[in-house]
C-alpha cells in the first residue's frame, strides 16, 4: 500500500532563518506530487507541483522554492523566512493521468514563523 | 483558470441530514472531488464525480450536474464527529492534474 511521510509535525522558526520541510512517498511510482499551504481559516493554496524529478511548476511567486532530487521526494524550501510564510503545509502525491486521481495527504508540518 | 465557490460555514443537528453545495467554473472538466478535513489535520478523500447524477457511500452522497456547474454533499445521520470542514475539489483537465480547492465549508454537528 501507498503511504506520505511528511516531517516534522510542527515547527517553529524566527524570522529570517531557513527552511526545509521534507516529504517521501512509499508504495507507488512516478507520482505527481504537490505542496499546498493552508493558512488559518482558509483553503488549500497550491504553492509547487510536479511532475517528475527535477520538474517543478511554482503556483504562486514566493520566497519559497520546491525540489524534487527523487522519484519520491519532495522537498520545499526558504531561504528566509517572512511572518507571511507561518501555516500549515500539506504534501500530497497523486497517480497521473486522467480520471480519478485523489491527492493523498500527509500528516501536515504547522509553521510558526516569529 | 478554475473557481469554486462553496459556502463557508453550516451548522446542522446530530441525526439530521445536511446539504453542502458548491459551484465551480473550470476551464475544461475532469471530475469533482469531495474531501473531509477534521482541525487541524490532513483532508481525506470522500467522493469523486465525473458524471451527472448522484453516487451514494454510506452515510454521505455526491452529486454532480455539469450543465449547472453544480455539485453538493449530502450527509445523513449525523454525528458529532462530521465536524469538519468539507472541501470541493476540481482537477484541471490537463496532464498535470493540478486540483484548484474551494476554500471549504466548516461544519458544525451540534446535539
Known amino acids: 500500500s501507498q503511504t506520505i511521510h511528511q516531517w516534522p509535525a510542527t515547527l517553529v522558526q524566527p524570522v529570517g532563518s531557513p527552511l526545509s520541510l521534507e516529504c517521501t512517498v512509499e508504495?507507488?511510482?512516478?507520482?505527481?506530487l504537490y505542496w499546498y499551504r493552508q493558512a488559518a481559516g482558509r483553503g488549500l493554496q497550491l504553492l509547487f507541483y510536479s511532475v517528475g524529478i527535477g520538474q517543478i511548476s511554482s503556483e504562486v511567486p514566493q520566497n519559497l522554492s520546491a525540489s524534487r532530487p527523487q522519484d519520491r521526494q519532495f522537498i520545499l524550501s526558504s531561504k528566509k523566512l517572512l511572518l507571511s510564510d507561518s501555516g500549515f503545509y500539506l504534501c500530497a502525491w497523486s497517480t497521473r493521468g486522467q480520471g480519478r486521481t485523489e491527492a493523498f495527504f500527509g500528516q501536515g508540518t504547522r509553521l510558526t514563523v516569529v | 483558470g478554475q473557481n469554486i465557490d462553496q459556502p463557508t460555514e453550516m451548522t446542522a443537528t446530530e441525526g439530521a441530514i445536511v446539504q453542502i453545495n458548491c459551484t465551480y467554473q473550470?476551464?475544461?472538466?475532469?471530475?469533482l472531488f469531495w474531501y473531509q478535513q477534521h482541525a487541524g489535520e490532513a483532508p481525506t478523500f470522500l467522493s469523486y464525480?465525473?458524471?451527472?447524477g448522484l453516487e451514494e457511500k454510506g452515510r454521505f452522497s455526491s452529486f454532480l450536474s455539469r450543465s449547472k456547474g453544480y455539485s453538493y454533499l449530502l450527509l445523513k445521520e449525523l454525528q458529532m464527529k462530521d465536524s469538519a470542514s468539507y472541501l470541493c475539489a476540481a482537477p484541471n483537465s490537463g496532464g498535470y492534474q493540478k486540483v484548484t480547492f474551494g476554500t471549504g465549508t466548516k461544519l458544525q454537528v451540534i446535539p
Open positions: 464525480n465525473v458524471l451527472d
Open positions: 473550470t476551464s475544461g472538466f475532469n471530475g
Open positions: 508504495g507507488t511510482s512516478n507520482p505527481n
